[in-house]
């Protein structure tokens, strides 16, 4: 059969993408992949530790990281992801931005993590004040509400999940129940964390209800490195990847608000706090 009509296939152009050993959403990552992209995924080692601040430090060590990104050099990506939230925002803002100079070592190609996205993302979006969903525990929630308050960016509400495995299994329910009791009057925008929880179908209803722009881990990493390429990510109507969204109405700006407001010590509440 002659087939050479068809003229195809379409030039491929390469995102390599770093996952955790756990990572169970490939499928949610190409979602948001237009046609001409491909995704060539690795995941670090397996280490027998539950969803922690240890694993975090485990799964983000520089060592890892380089061993991953050099699994990637055969094809050719033209940018790398490290599609992890927690492993990327443990050891800070710098500790961010050396795991994304220590990937460009080992690949020599510009690199990103999922928890520098979220800050680009916000500032691409305006905003100052956030609401957090996680599925974490205590005290991996507080190193993410510490990670954007480094970086000026006030935590006006959240709701964590108090999970330590099988994130990916949460249903789409359960975090739209969260994501409304971590949302309050005078929030901006709400981030859901952690790439291993199911979001990419809630995120226009959610933005519908809560009338404010709702980002997600996987979302702008996949925003962020196709950004790079000079391409868009794709998608159902959401205000980070269609500035046609982010024209309807928002909640109003608030003066005198707190800065941050951190969890109480021994705080174990599993629902979330206010």
């Not at 205000?239 to 021994?266: F, H, K």
């Amino acid at each position: 059969m002659d087939v050479s009509f068809l003229g195809g296939p379409r030039p491929q152009r390469g995102v390599g993408v770093v996952a955790p050993f756990d990572f169970a959403l490939d499928r949610e990552l190409w979602r948001w992949v237009p046609d001409e992209i491909s995704l060539h995924l690795t995941r670090t080692p397996y280490v027998p530790v539950e969803v922690s601040l240890d694993l975090a430090r485990l799964v983000s060590e520089h060592e890892t990281l380089h061993e991953a990104v050099r699994t990637l050099n055969a094809i050719a990506p033209e940018v790398v992801a490290y599609a992890c939230t927690s492993g990327s925002f443990v050891g800070g803002i710098a500790g961010e931005r050396a795991m994304c100079a220590a990937m460009t070592r080992a690949g020599a190609v510009p690199s990103l993590t999922t928890s520098g996205a979220l800050l680009d993302a916000l500032t691409e979006l305006g905003v100052r004040r956030v609401a957090l969903v996680t599925p974490y525990t205590v005290s991996v929630t507080r190193s993410l509400e510490e990670y954007v308050a480094e970086a000026g960016v006030a935590v006006t509400g959240c709701a964590y999940m108090d999970l330590t495995r099988h994130i990916w299994k949460v249903p789409y329910r359960r975090v739209s129940e969260m994501a409304h009791k971590a949302v309050r009057a005078d929030a901006q925008a709400l981030f859901i964390s952690c790439t291993n929880l199911p979001t990419y179908d809630v995120i226009p209803q959610l933005e519908a209800e809560l009338r404010i722009p709702v980002i997600s881990a996987n979302q702008v990493t996949m925003w962020a490195a196709l950004r790079r390429l000079g391409t868009r990510a794709v998608g159902p109507y959401q205000a980070l990847i269609d500035p046609a969204a982010r024209s309807g109405p928002v909640r109003p700006e608030i003066p005198g608000l707190p800065e941050v407001r951190e969890l109480p010590d021994g705080e174990q509440q599993q629902e979330g706090w206010t």
